[in-house]
């Protein structure tokens, strides 16, 4: 079932053929926050307060993290939030398009530079927008967006003991127009 949805999603967004921006990955990280403690021997930084991770398009912010890099340089961020703040919340503009965009929002999200991968857990809420509307939106416990590949992967978090309906949505509005409603036959229904 999983390998399903993962397919489907894949399917769906192939058709967009819009990819997480390239340049991206090759821009500087910048990192700000109200307090940060870093252990320089082990690359553990420790950040609190107005989190602002930035690399290019990509903007993530939370009021909580721990950013590790590894031997090679790729960070690893795990960002969260705590009851009656705000959601950590990620955006990245995709190839394809000056106002096309892939954001979302969770209690807790982790970031992984060298996969290029947003994992978002508990309340995920992922969309995309083109010129400001939105084209997709998924929400569901546990979301994983792989921003290299446009894809994204819906699933329930383990272990969880909540009632009701845990399943994933996803909204996805059409990308043809209505010929009724286009300019053109408006304008020929006129004359």
Known sequence: MKNTSLLLCSL???????HAERADS???TVVRARDAAGELSRK???LTGNIEIQRGTLLIRAEHGVMTEDAQGYQ????STK????????????????????EGEALE????EKAELVDLMDHAKVRGTTDGAVTDDVFGEHIIYNSREE???VTQLANRVTTGDRRGTMVLQPTRKDPLISPASATASTH
């Open 12 to 18: 769906l967004l192939g058709l967009s053929a819009a």
């Open 26 to 28: 090759f821009q500087k």
């Open 44 to 46: 553990v930084t420790t």
């Open 76 to 79: 690893h961020i795990v960002l």
């Open 83 to 102: 009851p009656g703040e705000a959601p950590v919340f990620f955006r990245q503009r995709r190839d394809g398009g000056q106002n096309v965009w892939m």
């Open 109 to 112: 999200v982790v970031y992984d």
């Open 151 to 153: 894809q994204y992967q």
